[in-house]
């Protein structure tokens, strides 16, 4: 069990550092962003954790960033 969660945290690590060679940090920053957005609405269809307006202008700043940010790069 341990090798496994080893093996999979290497990989892991091995992707992003093949991610930033070929590309930028910021493409890795913007990575993290979108997956953070992804837990939330995870969070909130399957495990059905409340929606605030809070999180709906978080979540709804970060999409347009990273609009912003793909549109303009």
Do not use: P, R
Request: glycine share 8%; aromatic share 16%; charged share 10%.
């Amino acid at each position: 069990l341990m090798l496994i969660g080893g093996s999979l945290a290497f990989f892991m690590v091995l992707t992003e550092y093949i991610l930033v060679s070929a590309t930028s940090a910021i493409t890795v920053t913007i990575a993290g962003v979108v997956k953070e957005a992804v837990t939330i609405l995870v969070a909130v269809f399957y495990f059905h954790d409340e929606f605030t307006w809070l999180k709906g202008v978080g979540l709804t700043t970060t999409m347009v960033g990273v609009s912003l940010f793909n549109w303009y790069k």
